[in-house]
């Protein structure tokens, strides 16, 4: 089955660049979108089909995805960003998650 | 506005079944499909299968097949998601999410249900 590896914690100061990836074996080759979840609640699409913000969801979050990586990027990261954070991809019709990575901003 | 909300807590007995609802509102809820998300206590996302608003074709993840059912019914524009033969690792909270037809991404949750499998 299709897995996707996640590092379990990232740690940036504030105003810094975080990067969270996300690997998986060609996953460049499909769409991956990122969840950020806060404590207590359900979480929300950050980006998705790789690069793209929904409205709403501020400049400093960015994403690409290329050969076996994709990559979450929080620019300028502010105390409220921190959470933990999910990509997600579609193996044919099977959703898969990677295990999170718990952004902490010291 | 778009919003997806689900029934509330149960506490269910191991080899029991439980059964989730998750009324959908603010969109034609036959253009989009419904997943099923679960998080165990301190644990990451599992994706536990999914279904067509459309037609109520579902394709489930591989370690629930036989236990999971997936349902929906458009007069309400509910879906439901059953489990049956539970067991204590099956506590969790259950999400439903809306997958975008648009985008493929789970552009809008409902709020949770917290299931317990307890003796």
């Known amino acids: 089955s299709y897995e996707l590896t996640q590092p379990p914690s990232v740690s940036v100061s504030p105003g810094q660049t975080a990067s969270i990836t996300c690997s998986g074996d060609?996953?460049?080759?499909?769409?991956a979108s990122w969840y950020q979840q806060k404590p207590g609640q359900s979480p929300v699409v950050v980006i998705y089909q790789d690069t793209k913000r929904p409205s709403g969801i501020p400049e400093r979050f960015s994403g690409s995805n290329s050969g076996n990586t994709a990559t979450l990027t929080v620019s300028g990261t502010q105390a409220m960003d921190e959470a933990d954070y999910y990509c997600?991809?579609?193996?044919?019709?099977?959703?898969?998650f990677g295990g999170g990575t718990k952004l902490t901003v010291l | 506005q778009v919003q997806l909300v689900q029934s509330g807590a149960e506490v269910k007995k191991p080899g029991a079944s439980v059964k989730v609802s998750c009324k959908a509102s603010g969109y034609t809820f036959s253009s989009h499909g419904i997943s099923w998300v679960r998080q165990a206590p301190g644990q990451g996302l599992e994706w536990m299968g999914w279904i067509s608003g459309k037609n109520g074709n579902t394709n489930y993840a591989q370690k629930l097949q036989g236990r999971v059912t997936m349902t929906t019914d458009t007069s309400t524009s509910r879906a439901y998601m059953e489990l049956r033969s539970l067991r204590s690792d099956d506590t969790a909270v259950y999400y439903c999410a809306r997958r975008s037809l648009d985008t493929d991404a789970f552009d809008m949750w409902g709020q949770g249900t917290m299931v317990t499998v307890s003796s």
């Open positions: 060609k996953l460049g080759d499909r769409y």
């Open positions: 997600q991809a579609w193996d044919s019709s099977t959703g898969v």
